[in-house]
């Protein structure tokens, strides 16, 4: 089993910055992904950055140029920089990780951006 404990969100001004982290604890041997979704109130749950041991990363048009996603192997932390918010970025933000064929999330950091 896996566990992820994000942390590192808030309330921020439109144009401020916030770093999200997420640390997975447990029986961990490789986690071939580790990525970030959020939702929010009343829509899907969308993927918002994502980064695999390659060390590929994707962005959701939505948050490209703005957001930058980390990952500290040695750790077994990921991170989401987040810049230039948005009153759009409000949402909660959680945390997904995969190893085998499992698939773990975060209990979810809250994120609001106020105009």
């Known amino acids: 089993q896996v566990q992820l404990v994000e942390s590192g969100g808030g309330l921020v001004q439109a144009g401020g910055s916030l770093r999200l982290s997420c640390t997975a604890s447990?029986?961990?041997?490789?986690?071939?992904?580790m990525d970030w979704y959020r939702q929010a109130p009343g829509k899907q749950r969308e993927l918002v950055a994502l980064?695999?041991?390659?060390?590929?990363?994707i962005y959701a048009d939505a948050v490209k140029g703005r957001f930058t996603i980390s990952r500290d192997n040695a750790k077994n932390t990921v991170y989401l920089q987040m810049n230039s918010l948005k009153p759009e970025d409000t949402a909660v933000y959680y945390c997904?990780?995969?190893?085998?064929?499992?698939?773990?999330w975060g209990q979810g950091t809250q994120v609001t951006v106020s105009s």
């Open positions: 980064t695999r041991t390659g060390g590929t990363t």
């Open positions: 447990g029986t961990i041997f490789s986690l071939s992904a």
């Open positions: 997904y990780a995969r190893q085998s064929l499992h698939i773990y």
